[in-house]
């Protein structure tokens, strides 16, 4: 139905930037919220960023003011473009689309990407 597919991703050094994307792609009717989310080793999957179809916009704490999200509706498409990178945001970064499959039914299902490695060295 929905397939979400990550790009983007690989080895930095600290102080470094990365860009990430994803798309969505399949037979729906919208997609609502688009997100990243990442686990690092041994810990729990951790919201990242978010942005609304109208283009609101959350972060967790810690990578506000070093990372952007953004999105591309035409394409169903996100972006997080990652700066000033720091070893503690290595991970593996998923991206999440909330899809409404049909015009007639309000529920919404939450669809995930297969995950992309990001590596900051020191």
């Known amino acids: 139905q929905v397939q979400v597919v990550e790009s983007g991703g690989g080895l930095v050094q600290a102080g470094g930037s990365l860009p990430l994307s994803c798309a969505a792609s399949?037979?729906?009717?919208?997609?609502?919220?688009m997100g990243w989310y990442r686990q690092a080793p041994g810990k729990q999957r951790e919201l990242v960023a978010t942005?609304?179809?109208?283009?609101?916009?959350n972060y967790a704490d810690s990578v506000k003011g070093r990372f952007t999200i953004s999105r591309d509706n035409a394409k169903n498409t996100v972006y997080l473009q990652m700066n000033s990178l720091k070893p503690e945001d290595t991970a593996v970064y998923y991206c999440?689309?909330?899809?409404?499959?049909?015009?007639?039914?309000?529920?919404?299902?939450?669809?995930w990407g297969q995950g992309t490695q990001v590596t900051v060295s020191s």
């Open positions: 999440n689309a909330n899809v409404r499959l049909y015009s007639t039914i309000e529920t919404k299902f939450d669809y």
């Open positions: 399949g037979i729906f009717f919208r997609i609502n919220t």
């Open positions: 942005i609304t179809s109208g283009g609101s916009t």
